[in-house]
């Protein structure tokens, strides 16, 4: 099982170019969350879902949107980039249940210049 | 909503001693209290968890505490190895997370074991 997945690892945009991240996961897990890692900040919810075609938003969903038309995929998408979504992006699975444990992909490292 | 707070942000220590990382947080309804490991190029990896209703946890050389009066948490790594330099994280889930039980994240610490 390759678990969750996400692409690209690198990429570097130019202010107001759009893109969209891509993660999927073969574990059957219901609950999927987009977050971003900037420097010192630990990491902020964007997005999240609950199951397929139910998505809403977290702490800091501005400039992005997201959609989950199947169990194994939650695309995030970038409009109009601008320097500060310059990040590493983590996208994030969990099973139903209170305490269970989410997993991590491997993180896609955006520059937005 | 809920505000944790992490210390300290970067902590060196030589190989075999001990390390201490501490959060405190704010929602006294908070329940759930997990520490991630994030290695260099990697994604957070839950390494040990503690509920509400136990003020310790122990899993080998990895444990942890919670002061629910005093709304904080710790992590203790004791004889630690190289393999043990990284980011951690603490978290936990506020009483308003809804039904994805979201995380809300400390800020990380760099550990750094020196040989």
């Known amino acids: 099982n390759a678990g969750v997945t996400q692409t690209p690892k690198f990429r570097i945009l130019k202010i107001g170019q759009s893109m969209t991240l891509q993660c999927t996961q073969d574990m059957n897990h219901n609950y999927m969350y987009w977050y971003r890692q900037d420097p010192g900040m630990g990491l902020k919810l964007i997005y999240y879902s609950v199951g397929a075609g139910i998505t809403d938003k977290g702490e800091v969903p501005n400039g992005y949107n997201v959609s989950r038309s199947t169990t194994e995929d939650f695309p995030l998408r970038l409009e109009l980039a601008a320097p500060s979504q310059t990040s590493v992006y983590f996208c994030?699975?969990?099973?139903?249940?209170?305490?269970?444990?989410?997993?991590f992909g491997p993180g896609t490292r955006l520059t937005v210049l | 909503g809920e505000n944790v707070e992490q210390h300290p942000s970067t902590l060196s220590v030589q190989e075999g001693d001990s390390a201490v990382i501490k959060c405190t947080y704010s929602?006294?309804?908070?329940?759930?209290f997990p520490w991630y490991k994030q290695e260099l190029g990697k994604g957070p990896q839950l390494i040990i968890d503690?509920?509400?209703?136990?003020g310790e946890k122990k899993d080998q050389r990895i444990a942890v505490t919670l002061n629910k009066t005093a709304k904080h948490f710790s992590l203790h790594i004791t004889e630690t190895q190289p393999e043990d330099s990284a980011v951690y994280f603490c978290?936990?889930?506020?009483?308003?997370?809804?039904?994805?039980?979201?995380?809300?994240f400390g800020s990380g610490t760099q550990l750094t074991v020196l040989p």
């Open positions: 994030a699975t969990k099973t139903s249940g209170r305490y269970n444990e989410q997993f």
């Open positions: 503690i509920r509400s209703n136990v």
């Open positions: 929602d006294s309804a908070s329940n759930y």
């Open positions: 978290a936990t889930i506020p009483a308003g997370a809804g039904s994805a039980r979201q995380l809300t």
